[in-house]
């Protein structure tokens, strides 16, 4: 009979002993934020801007002085000038290449700089709504500081990495569990926040050429764009509502107007709802 007692009470201590670190699991749960602040100042836009400018582009010369540099400055000016990019008071050196490399490309730097591949600009030629399609996506990028906001939140992840690494190493065994559980979500968080500022691009991109009556859409009785008004209505059709393929559920939505952007340092979700009540757009 002692032996018996003796067995089960080595049995609930064993039982305790696995239940614990689970329930510590439990209280440290790891969950990742989606976004991040942005900081009031823009040194960090200008360190990346230079430390992208290498990476990117390195020795590659500029190609200048050409009808492709002339049409799509006048473009950039155009959406620089306009009060919902101007009115953010963003201090970087607006500035609008061609890298003569020969790729059929699109790139913004986060201290203002948008770039285009040579072979991109000689397929565009002098084309005003190309290079409308083009520059306004860029530029949404650099005004909105998705660059920065992306950097920032690797930073934010690497610091949870470095604090639970901390736990492990202070005798924290059920730490490890939220480790492993970071560098899983890790990845997926990274592109969900890059898919999501894609769109936002998107959608501030083709607002601003709204603005600006510069959107490329071809002639039909439908779809002409004679004037800025008829352009938004337009665009809200594509993109209200919006599905984000891959992703059901329904969040608040910050409905946009042709004329002023949200703030560059916190802008609404994307409203997402039901596929039954919305059109499916295809990933970029």
């Known amino acids: ?25 439990r209280r440290r749960k790891a969950k990742l934020d989606e976004d991040v602040p942005l900081p009031i100042d823009f040194t960090v836009d200008y360190q990346l801007g230079i430390a992208e ?19 799509g400055t006048e473009v ?3 959406f620089l000038g306009d009060p919902s990019v101007s009115s953010l008071g963003l201090p970087y ?26 072979g991109l600009a000689k397929l565009i030629g002098t084309r005003s709504g190309m290079w409308a399609a083009v520059l ?9 500081r998705h660059s920065v906001r992306k950097y920032l939140y690797d930073l934010y992840i690497a610091t949870q990495v470095s604090y639970y690494q ?19 979500a890790a990845p997926i968080a990274r592109a969900k926040l890059s898919r999501n500022l894609e769109h936002d691009a998107d959608i501030q991109g083709m607002m601003l050429m709204a603005e600006r009556d510069t959107i490329p859409i071809t002639s039909s009785p ?30 608040e939505m910050t409905v946009l107007t042709p ?12 409203r997402t709802p039901p596929p039954a009540e919305s059109r499916l757009l295809s990933p970029l």
Not at 136 to 144: I, Y
Not at 223 to 251: Q, W, Y
Request: proline residues 5%; aromatic residues 6%; hydrophobic residues 40%.
């Open 166 to 184: 901390a736990l492990v190493r202070a005798g924290d065994n059920s730490a490890n569990w939220s480790l492993v559980g970071i560098r899983i």
């Open 76 to 78: 950039f000016s155009k």
């Open 93 to 118: 050196r607006w500035n609008f290449t061609i890298v003569n490399d020969g790729s059929v490309n699109a790139y913004s730097l986060p201290d203002g700089e948008v770039s285009v591949g040579s």
């Open 222 to 251: 439908s779809t002409t764009c004679s004037g800025r008004t008829r352009a938004t209505n337009h665009i809200l059709r594509l993109f209200s509502p919006l599905t984000l393929v891959g992703k059901p559920e329904t969040k």
């Open 1 to 25: 009979m002692p032996n018996k007692v003796s067995l089960r009470f080595a049995v609930v201590l064993a039982l305790l002993a696995l239940a614990l670190p689970a329930n510590g699991q």
């Open 53 to 71: 400018r290498g990476r990117i582009r390195g020795a590659t010369p500029l190609l200048e002085n050409t009808e492709y540099n002339e049409a």
């Open 259 to 270: 004329t002023r952007w949200p703030s560059t340092t916190n802008y609404g979700q994307i």
């Open 136 to 144: 306004s996506h860029e530029t949404a990028h650099v005004a909105r």
